[in-house]
């Protein structure tokens, strides 16, 4: 049985009991989602060891469910890696949240009791609750925000009856999430951020399917737009690539006590 590092456990402590494996995949989501390991950067299971405490078969398994989940690339030639960050592969979670989340509100609707309103308007109130307690702050905590935000779009689906499309609406916006804390570019005040969510809560316990439905395909799109915009003014930024020759050699003159006088 492995044998859980203090640090792995002191990073998943839930109250509960938590298995190697668990553990591992957790830390590695929260890293990869948040950028401390990097886009693009060489999963080595050595060096994940070293920096979990973790053995190597639950690491091998977290690393194969995040492959399924779409947060880590698998190649039989080069093992794992961080998926690097590309304006095509936003638009296909983009595109695929918007094709998926919406149908699960529209079942969420058709399905929907008094409980599952209670917790949209619960979860819509305690994101609300921590812009106007932190209103001083430049901005909220971005941990305690995450978890209040993707606690809202959940119960906004949560009485979709189809458990296989809530988890894959789940991995989706994870992943729409580690481009959003990548990019950090999110220019909405606190007001507006409020607003979209306000509109997206009462279009949907309107239970209007056609008005939740656009509600919810437009509050996918409006950020979407901004970090594709970010995208392409980072490629703009990036130095041109070296040609093949590399930069000119720079001619190395001797030092002054190598010449030789005549």
């Not at 220019?187 to 009462?202: K, W």
């Not at 056609?210 to 915009?229: E, M």
Request: glycine fraction near 4%; include cysteine.
């Amino acid at each position: 049985m492995t044998t859980l590092s203090e640090h792995a456990l002191e990073a998943v402590s839930t109250g509960a009991d938590v298995t190697a494996s668990e553990a591992a995949l957790r830390l590695l989501r929260r890293d990869i989602v948040s950028g401390a390991l990097a886009p693009d950067s060489k999963l080595k299971l050595r060096v994940l060891k070293e920096r979990y405490g973790i053995g190597g078969s639950p690491m091998r398994e977290a690393l194969a469910q995040l492959a399924a989940q779409g947060l880590v690339q698998q190649s039989s030639q080069k093992g794992f890696r961080v998926p690097p960050l590309s304006a095509a592969h936003l638009l296909d979670i983009t595109r695929s949240r918007q094709l998926v989340e919406v149908e699960a509100v529209k079942l969420a609707i058709e399905h929907g009791d008094a409980d599952w309103e209670d917790e949209i308007v619960t979860s819509y109130h305690l994101l609300e609750r921590l812009y106007h307690r932190l209103r001083g702050a430049e901005r909220p905590d971005t941990q305690e925000f995450e978890t209040r935000h993707q606690r809202f779009h959940r119960a906004l689906i949560a009485a979709c009856p189809l458990t296989s499309v809530k988890d894959f609406c789940d991995q989706l916006y994870t992943q729409a999430t580690r481009y959003r804390l990548l990019l950090r570019r999110y220019g909405f005040t606190r007001e507006v951020v409020l607003a979209e969510h306000r509109i997206l809560m009462q279009a949907v316990l309107s239970r209007n399917k056609t008005k939740a439905g656009k509600a919810l395909n437009s509050h996918i799109a409006i950020t979407a737009d901004v970090l594709l915009s970010e995208l392409a003014d980072r490629a703009l930024r990036r130095p041109a690539a070296k040609t093949s020759k590399g930069p000119r050699a720079r001619t190395k003159q001797p030092s002054k006590s190598r010449r030789k006088t005549k």
